[in-house]
């Protein structure tokens, strides 16, 4: 889910800082706009209702306190409910121009088995989005934040007062990418914490209340993932599930991950370089990976086919090296339908 490298899982274009979770009206992503000046003659009025509302208060008795607001209260209670409620299929999505409501709204309307369905709501969702919100570049001791500028346009049931509903099946991704030759990464303190601290921001742009990190190293580097995945899980807030991609190596003799603190692992069984067949070979025998902790989930690519004869985890990420806007999912939704019914 890379945005720049040759390894890269996610496609990328150049990314600007903005916040994915301001809308402009329904149904797009992207950033908030700067608010026009307002003339000083509108300003002065406004301030002077102000001030005649705040002597008012002053001698009212004192509100009740407010109701907590729906979409706090409608929040997961526990990052386990967070994750269980996330669709079977998840489409990955990178940094570019994207539109994929074409496909939510036909696998919601397959799922109710009529064609002319109304538009599926979100408890209805058989799909959701993996979203890539942050990219952290590690070159030599720094470390710099690069966040999404690209629109995506998702269903408008998703919607609710011009933002993303709470729960609504949007994941957001945090990559991380490190340079190379003379410029490694040093993988010093600076870039553990900036990492960190872009996990946790992606985490309240959530609204599915689940942050995946990417972030694919050698077996030298191994060490330090780790530690970046255990104070990203104790900075997260509890109900917040903490997903991570792997190397679908990882997920195959080497019990590593098991002592990691997260909720999901999603081995990326697609561009696996040298071990595609050694790897395919094992998806081919039991459908999923031996090591308990990469059962639940499996991330592919409609690139690579065909896809092993049977899959037996309970989610599917899906990789598209083009826009999921100019790939007909009616070519797909046989194959699709094949895995989650």
Not at 35 to 53: D, E, G, I, V
Not at 93 to 116: C, H, L, N
Not at 139 to 144: N, P, Q, Y
Not at 255 to 280: C, I, Q
């Amino acid at each position: 889910m890379s945005s720049c490298s040759k390894r890269s899982r996610l496609p990328s274009c150049r990314p600007q800082p903005h916040s994915i979770r301001e809308a402009i009206l329904s149904t797009i992503y992207y950033p908030s706009q700067p608010a026009r000046r307002r003339p000083r003659r509108f300003l002065h009025s406004l301030s002077c209702a102000l001030l005649l509302l705040g002597s008012a208060n002053l001698l009212a008795k004192t509100a009740p306190p407010k109701p907590v607001a729906a979409e706090e209260s409608s929040a997961f209670a526990s990052r386990q409910a967070a994750l269980s409620a996330l669709p079977p299929l998840m489409l990955w999505v990178g940094e570019r121009p994207d539109d994929v409501r074409t496909w939510i709204d036909g696998s919601a309307r397959q799922g109710k088995g009529a064609a002319d369905s109304p538009a599926p709501s979100i408890q209805d969702q058989r799909m959701g989005v993996a979203v890539l919100d942050t990219t952290v570049l590690l070159r030599d001791g720094s470390a710099s934040v690069r966040r999404r500028q690209q629109s995506l346009k998702l269903p408008p049931a998703w919607y609710a007062q011009n933002r993303l509903q709470q729960k609504a099946p949007v994941v957001t991704i945090v990559h991380i990418e490190m340079a190379r030759g003379a410029h490694k990464p040093t993988l010093n303190e600076r870039q553990k914490r900036t990492i960190v601290n872009a996990v946790v921001a992606a985490a309240t742009r959530s609204p599915s209340q689940v942050v995946q990190l990417d972030f694919e190293v050698m077996h030298s580097q191994k060490p330090f993932l780790a530690d970046v995945v255990k104070r990203s899980r104790d900075a997260l807030p509890a109900n917040v599930a903490l997903s991570i991609t792997a190397l679908a190596s990882w997920c195959v003799g080497d019990a590593w991950l098991a002592d990691l603190p997260v909720d999901e692992v999603v081995p990326t069984a697609f561009h696996m370089d040298g071990e595609a067949k050694r790897m395919r070979d094992v998806l081919d025998h039991d459908g999923r990976f031996p090591r308990p902790e990469c059962q639940p989930s499996l991330g592919l690519s409609l690139d690579e086919q065909p896809w092993p004869s049977k899959l037996r985890s309970q989610r599917l990420y899906l990789f598209n090296r083009n826009v999921w806007s100019g790939t007909p999912m009616a070519s797909w939704s046989v194959r699709l339908g094949a895995i989650f019914p």
